[in-house]
């Protein structure tokens, strides 16, 4: 009796085995599945956004180049002229696109900022004259004496900092003889 609940022992646990081993191969199928479709689900989201971002780009730029003041019409034609209605445009469509803003912007920008320095630094220089009086302009000579010291001392060191030629130095061994000295000298020379 023993034998036989033991062989039927076996037999369940050789048949549950081989269950499991079916199971898991379905198991594994079904991840299997699942992990390429939601890799292949990430690459088309991904391809989406990336041509949305493009897209969304080229709108912004589009809007950055109607408000502009100034357009230079070769540097800055609009992106959507060089890519189709359904498609975004290239990277280096957006890129010169935003390169061409930013330049006919750049002068703008410096020249304002340029007008609003000198205008406070007029403003300051009148209300520290009016405060100060007589110190002030002793102080602010002083200050444009030590300035302009510097700048020349810069200019200076720019003038001074031309190539100079290479000094070639010789080093003579006491046991060489005075021949070998000189026959070295004149190849060095010749270089």
Known sequence: MTTSVK???????????????????KISDILKSAASMTVEEIKEGSADLHVLT??????????????????????????????????APTWPAILKQALAIVRDRKGDWLQEFKAHWQKNAAKFDNDMTDEYGDRYRKTK??????????KSQSTGLQTQAQPSRPVTVEVVDGDDAAGNAAKTVNSLDAE
């Open 141 to 150: 000579s002083v200050f444009r004496q030590v300035f302009d010291w510097v």
């Open 54 to 87: 493009r897209k969304s780009l080229a709108d912004l730029l589009e809007e950055l180049h109607v408000n502009s003041d100034e357009v230079d019409v070769a540097a800055t034609a609009p992106i959507a002229d060089t890519a189709a209605a359904d498609e």
């Open 7 to 25: 062989e039927r022992l076996k037999t369940d646990l050789e048949q549950a085995q081989i269950g499991g081993k079916q199971r898991s191969a």
